[in-house]
């Protein structure tokens, strides 16, 4: 997804690369403390560093190899722990952090069978939120926060009524598949992209065939987020299921390149 506008204060937009991925914080507020943005970004940083399936020091390793309790983990781990366990039977299995993926180079992990669990697929949403939240706290009304894509924005980019967020192609890399306008808003989307196929349906164990990308938005990016990822691995029946989601609108597009959406996607 792509932002428009340029900032005019470059203190007050700022990049990372954390999680993976470059993480943008651009706030259009002219009179709040710039050191908000360094409070975010540390509060990202230590989200990564308790979360990560990649470091082998965090609180997720950790628990997954069995040298770490559950009942010992910070608060934020079994918050998150139990939101997703909540999404799990939400979205009737699709969403399930201990159902197996495909990693870039084609192996299934984790799985069922081995107990891991990978909460990725919510704890990024929800670290946006809460660094979101930082911003709130500071003062700031107008900004957005840009994570590999997902994306929380408040308020709007004055002149501008609105952001406009451009969705990529899930086919065609230099071309859009929509342009979004939202304030006050969260937008998600999963697909295969850059990844490829990492996304499977849990009850199959393989990737959908049928599908290219889902985006969802509405006011919880946490939530976007999972909804997103449950609609994908639903293949051709997510369209059904996110048009009954209260409060989130959804864009689908399948394989043959068809574009559903619900009744009040905002594009433009």
């Not at 929800?126 to 994306?151: F, H, K, M, P, S």
Request: some cysteine; glycine content about 8%; overall charge negative.
């Amino acid at each position: 997804m792509d932002l428009a506008v340029p900032p005019v204060r470059p203190e007050f937009f700022r990049v990372e690369q954390i999680m993976g991925m470059p993480i943008l914080i651009d706030v259009r507020d002219p009179d709040i403390d710039p050191a908000a943005l360094d409070r975010a970004f540390a509060w990202l940083r230590l989200v990564d560093a308790r979360f990560s399936t990649y470091r082998v020091e965090s609180e997720i390793s950790r628990l997954n190899r069995g040298d770490l309790g559950l009942e010992d983990t910070h608060p934020d781990v079994r918050e998150v722990l139990a939101r997703c366990e909540r999404l799990r039977e939400e979205t009737g299995g699709y969403f399930d952090v201990r159902a197996p993926y495909l990693a870039s180079d084609g192996r299934e992990a984790p799985g069922p069978s081995s107990g891991a669990v990978d909460p990725s697929g919510l704890v990024k949403g929800w670290a946006v939120t809460r660094a979101a939240e930082i911003l709130d706290a500071a003062g700031a009304r107008n900004y957005c926060v840009n994570a590999g894509g997902d994306i929380t924005a408040r308020g709007r980019p004055a002149p501008d009524p609105y952001w406009s967020i451009g969705i990529q192609h899930p086919l065609l890399r230099d071309q859009l598949a929509a342009v979004v306008a939202i304030t006050d808003q969260a937008i998600a989307t999963s697909g295969a992209y850059e990844r490829g196929s990492h996304i499977i349906d849990p009850r199959t164990g393989c990737p959908p065939e049928d599908i290219l990308s889902v985006t969802v938005v509405g006011p919880d990016l946490a939530t976007a987020d999972a909804y997103a990822t449950a609609a994908y691995a639903m293949g051709k029946a997510g369209p059904a299921w996110t048009a009954r989601l209260a409060g989130y609108e959804a864009m689908t597009i399948l394989a043959d390149q068809t574009v559903l959406s619900t009744m009040g996607f905002p594009s433009i």
